[in-house]
């Protein structure tokens, strides 16, 4: 059964749930902040299925079309370029399967602010996809639903971090030539019972309820990404992704899911069709880079580069030795922080709320640090006749 998967190797990708006929499976087994799958031993019927459909169990053959190819990307459409997290590269390519008539399953958040994937061939749910979630997503049984309607001849497009799209290919069992699957750079993610309990730490300082997030708000420019939370009466916080304490759990590897240290799926091996990233190093790569966002588009397969093709996108041939670079998991699972341990100890003793203001949090100290650094940028970027930096 699953349960011969060790936290510390469970992807929560949820393909053991999807594949249980007898839906014996669920996430309830609680440790440290995260949800892992518990069967229910009185209505398991012992088929094996869920070992099967596992990506830590199962086979993880996939097959091996001679790429990738390496893109620098943006969307010709402006104003979605700049409500996307980078390049608009995810917007693109999920418009034209939509139309191509084709159902798109990426991750929304729910009225609640839960991340849970939905399968939709709605043009207002691909809004509802764009842009980044650091949360742990919940796939429900959108796997079943992407089966479904591949067995009826349609096409699906499936956006997910590299161990759900994984999933997914052990759950079907078999390639199919109408499934495209969009695998996104991952550092590692976080639990959604971290995320809300940052979202009640910030209510109860605003005296509102939460009403939009945004973790890569661009209103200053890409490099300069902010998290944006609006609340109700006409409330905002914003402040930069390197001065948040949620993001500051997650860039600093505090608060990641145990196995995304040793993930099984970085260097290539989740079986995708295309990796979807930001290009970071584009302030010193591309001439064309205005602020704006660019996306890094690694294109693993032929079906891969025939949506590419036919996307409204601009596409810049690049080099993958650049592309990892600057993205580093692509390759190599992120190190633990060294505060990860005394992080949970205080959260085991007095909530995730005290730890998250203990050690994540922006002291005084580290703000006038950050200000300087960036007074100092802005000096050095004048004296050469730059103007502002752009990070």
Not at 105 to 125: M, P, Q, T
Not at 142 to 160: A, T
Not at 179 to 197: A, F, K, N, R, W
Not at 264 to 285: C, K, M, Y
Request: aromatic share 10%.
């Amino acid at each position: 059964m699953i349960d011969k998967v060790s936290v510390q190797e469970c992807t929560l990708c949820g393909a053991c749930v999807n594949a249980c006929p007898a839906d014996a499976i669920s996430f309830s087994k609680p440790y440290l902040d995260f949800y892992y799958p518990q069967v229910k031993e009185d209505i398991c019927i012992h088929c094996n299925q869920c070992e099967q459909a596992c990506p830590i169990l199962g086979n993880k053959g996939k097959p091996d079309e001679g790429y990738p190819v390496a893109f620098a990307a943006k969307s010709e459409n402006d104003s979605m370029r700049m409500r996307s997290s980078s390049g608009g590269a995810f917007y693109e390519l999920a418009s034209q399967m939509h139309r191509d008539g084709g159902y798109v399953c990426g991750a929304v958040f729910d009225d609640e602010f839960h991340v849970k994937h939905i399968l939709s061939n709605a043009k207002e749910d691909i809004l509802r996809m764009m842009g980044s979630k650091y949360a742990q997503s919940d796939v429900g049984y959108c796997y079943r639903e992407i089966k479904d309607v591949l067995e009826k001849g349609c096409k699906v497009l499936f956006s997910g971090c590299p161990c759900q799209v994984a999933g997914l290919r052990t759950f079907l069992g078999k390639e199919y030539p109408n499934l495209l699957l969009v695998e996104l750079i991952c550092h590692g993610i976080p639990s959604d019972q971290m995320l809300q309990t940052y979202i009640g730490m910030q209510e109860r300082k605003y005296g509102a309820r939460l009403t939009r997030i945004e973790f890569r708000n661009k209103a200053k420019g890409w490099h300069n990404s902010s998290v944006r939370m609006e609340f109700g009466h006409h409330r905002t916080y914003s402040k930069p992704i390197t001065a948040d304490a949620y993001m500051n759990g997650f860039l600093g590897s505090v608060t990641l899911k145990p196995t995304c240290y040793q993930c099984h799926f970085r260097n290539f091996t989740a079986g995708s069709d295309i990796i979807l990233g930001d290009f970071w190093g584009a302030e010193v790569e591309l001439p064309e880079d205005d602020n704006k966002g660019i996306s890094a588009i690694l294109v693993n397969s032929g079906k891969g580069m025939d949506i590419i093709d036919h996307c409204n996108l601009a596409l810049t041939p690049a080099n993958v030795e650049t592309v990892i670079k600057y993205n580093k998991n692509l390759l190599c699972s992120a190190a633990v922080s060294p505060q990860r341990s005394s992080f949970y100890a205080r959260a085991d003793m007095n909530g995730l709320e005290e730890a998250i203001r203990r050690y994540l949090e922006e002291s005084t100290i580290q703000k006038l640090k950050r200000q300087s650094r960036y007074a100092l940028r802005c000096i050095w970027h004048t004296i050469r006749g730059k103007g502002k930096p752009l990070y």
